[in-house]
């Protein structure tokens, strides 16, 4: 594939609003999860919750369109001057020729859950519920593309936790079709009971922050984010420092509705196919951001699908122990992460893992290692064995 370059991203979640503030958690190993507060969850549980969502007041006319995740896609895109960016790229090519690709998993429920909780006498629904603007998994996209006044095909993909990964897949074959010149692709998944409840029924959820790859790793927490990345059609030379995505790799396992295969295939497959369309041997990947969301079954199966491609040298880490998965924005926030690490030259250490399984057959970075990298891979793996994994460089 040819090489795309990341003219800006941002990203924001409970480490950080913005790029300076993530930043500085990441190499501080800080963690944003914290005892979870809900008044209407009634689950001992950590979550990485964003400050300050509910106070965020959507524009002027755009109104029906407010929900948790609609202000949650909002604060993300404020930050780092992204609009701005946006507007610039629309002046260079036109807005009809940027594409919009975004990746959630429930999308607005939280506002169908507050209207259950509000139904009439005859069980109907209230008559305010708009499902299309704030429900629907389409209302994120068609919100982001009016605050950015962007006009080019747009479109929402829902395929758990591999959602706003698999979304760089879809910008970069419109831009080599010809459709496009340009796109913004990210990821925005909100707290909401859904996925709390339904992750606790599956025995999936910590009582505790997060482990990922410690040998008494006992579950996941839930956490929220929003992230955005602009890719551009190469206006020429790339430039020294630039953040390329340059390797794309996807697969379907289906190997069980809600476990990975034990042995990682897809994972496997996965990884392989995104180092081929990056041209790249697994010795030329300086750093892993593994999906390992800290559930047994999980991180014992990636970690046998790195282990068996890359080797026991391969330096790896999980960052959701900071964040929590971000479930549908897990993707894009951690490639972001992965385009920090490239330009700044660190790999970041994972958090709360104090005593790590000794199966782990990789280098499993438990400190921040400062760094110069050139290539990295950054892997979502979600439910129903739908995987997806990144390859970014930074061009010498």
Known sequence: MTALPLTHFTATSCIGGGLAATLDSLLERRSGLAPCAFETVRLQTHLGE????????????????????????????????FIEAVAGCAARWGRRRIGLFLGTSTSGILETEIAYRRRGPSGALPPQLDYAAT??????????????????????TCTACSSS??????????????????????????????????????????????????????????????????????????RAGQILLTGIGESSDAYHMSSP??????????????????????????YINLHGTGTPSNDSAEGRAVSALFGAGIAASSTKGATGHTLGAAGALEAVFCALALRHGFAPGGVNTTRLDPQVGFDYLRESRRRPLTSVLSNSFGFGGSNCSLVLQRAS
């Open 50 to 81: 964003v400050p300050g969502v509910d106070e965020v007041r959507v524009p002027p006319g755009l109104e029906r369109f407010d929900s948790r995740n609609n202000r949650l896609a909002l604060l993300g895109l404020s930050q780092d001057g």
């Open 135 to 156: 429900h629907n998994p389409y209302s994120l996209a068609a919100f982001v593309g009016r605050v950015l006044g962007i006009e080019g095909p747009s479109a929402v």
């Open 165 to 238: 990964a698999k979304v760089f897949g879809s910008a970069q074959r419109m831009i080599e079709a010809g459709l496009i010149d340009a796109a913004v692709v990210g990821g925005v998944d909100s707290l909401c009971l859904t996925t709390l409840y339904g992750f606790h029924s599956l025995q999936l959820i910590s009582r505790q922050p997060c482990r990922p790859f410690d040998a008494a790793r006992d579950g996941i927490s839930i956490g929220e984010a929003a992230a955005f990345a602009l890719i551009e059609r190469p206006p020429g030379e790339r």
């Open 261 to 286: 295969h034990p042995e990682g295939l897809g994972a496997r497959a996965a990884m392989r196919q995104a180092l081929e369309a990056a041209r790249l041997a697994p010795r030329d990947i300086d």
